[in-house]
């Protein structure tokens, strides 16, 4: 008995009534944390011989989210599976502390105690002088360091923003929405 909605689409790749059988049978299983009526968005995509499926389903105060790559969709279809499975998990006690957020899952999730032996420690602090430059010069920065983000402060807009590393050689720009 399924209450979860799925909006499955597809990038480059048919929808097929197997890989949509596949979608919902499989991430169907999840619907036991979830209350009624929770939409889970799925994009199927395919680029040369990566098969790719990326989950996310937005709860109050939250989003979770996951894409997972094989060289065939139901491996990735499984996969995607069991990482949000995991990640509901690691992370309960943190999303339903938000009391807005607990309105979006299942009693029976809510009130189950799952052994937190992954919990989130933070072991390193660092401190360091921020000065305004502009992203490219952090990207720069970033490069020099040997890092895949740098924190800094736009000269341009005098905030904190963080550049990343991206696949292919490419770079991003973190900037907080005023």
Do not use: W
């Not at 059988?21 to 395919?46: C, M, P, Q, R, W």
């Not at 072991?123 to 924190?151: T, W």
């Amino acid at each position: 008995m399924m209450y979860m909605k799925f909006v499955i689409i597809g990038r480059n790749i048919e929808v097929t009534p197997g890989l949509k059988a596949a979608v919902e049978d499989k991430l169907g299983k999840l619907d036991k944390y979830f209350n009624d009526d929770t939409e889970i968005h799925v994009t199927l995509s395919v680029e040369k011989e990566r098969q790719k499926i990326e989950v996310t389903i937005p709860v109050k105060g939250s989003i979770i989210r996951s894409e997972q790559t094989s060289s065939d969709m139901y491996v990735s279809i499984d996969l995607v599976e069991e990482i949000i499975e995991r990640q509901l998990k690691k992370y309960k006690t943190k999303i339903v502390e938000r009391e807005q957020a607990a309105a979006s899952f299942s009693k029976q999730f809510v009130d189950n105690d799952y052994a937190d032996d992954e919990e989130i420690k933070i072991i390193r602090s660092k401190k360091f002088e921020i000065k305004p430059m502009y992203p490219e010069d952090a990207c720069v920065q970033m490069e020099l360091l040997g890092h895949n983000f740098y924190v800094f402060i736009n000269a341009e807009t005098d905030q904190v923003n963080v550049v990343y590393k991206r696949k292919g050689d490419t770079y991003g720009l973190i900037e907080p929405e005023v």
